[in-house]
């Protein structure tokens, strides 16, 4: 019994907070990667008590420049106004946007929507296998936009102490992804990316993981890049 008296104090504990504060449901609906959007949340203040707000901030990436009033009084109307950074963002989101008050009690507001990535990879991860180093390793691999706009693609300067890249203008055939041919109507970049010589870990890790990334003329803000996974090939003993 005792037991079940303490969990229905939680229970109503947790409804009273939740009832601190309505917030309107902000639905950004497609955004492009790497666009910075302005956002706007209208909470209201249901409670009889004054709240003083020590901060805000986004649970995930890409919250930023957060604005929003230091202190909240019964039946208040207010907003919390912030920018979201998509440059590090792909497919679909649910962002819980933390509301904190000088006592560390959290409330939730809740932002969606989906950001769409303007370069399309025929492949994101690239599997190396066994590696050792001095090893050679290549891979094709095509790049387009879904909308049909030519690409200007290169090697980021971060990727380059590592990888090399050939490109080559094509036109591509996307109607079925997972059989892609050349001879298309799409306007596509081939890419050859190779392994120049990767630096060996400092720490034994055995797996690799690098991101590889490249910078669109077209789409600077973007953030176009693919993972390469493999493991270190152990010396035979």
Partial sequence: MLGLK???ILLLAVASIAATFEFEPVDLGVLQQGIKKKVEIKGKNVSSQTVEVESVFNQMVGGEDFVYPQRIT???NFKINFTLN???????????????????TPWIAKVRGSVENPIVFSERILDLGFYKKGNKKTWTFYVWNPENKPLKLKLAPASQKEF?????????????FENLKEGGTTPAVKINLSVTELEVPKNNQKSI?????????????????????????????
């Fill in 6 to 8: 303490k969990y229905a």
């Fill in 164 to 176: 090399k890249a050939e490109f080559s203008n094509v036109k591509l055939d996307v109607r079925d």
């Fill in 74 to 76: 019964p039946g208040q």
């Fill in 86 to 104: 998509t440059a590090y963002m792909e497919g679909d989101f649910s962002h819980n946007i933390i509301l904190v008050d000088t006592s560390g």
């Fill in 209 to 237: 993981r690098k991101i590889v990334s490249f910078i669109c003329e077209n789409y600077p803000n973007a953030t176009p890049e693919l993972l390469v996974t493999g493991y270190w090939e152990q010396p035979s003993s």
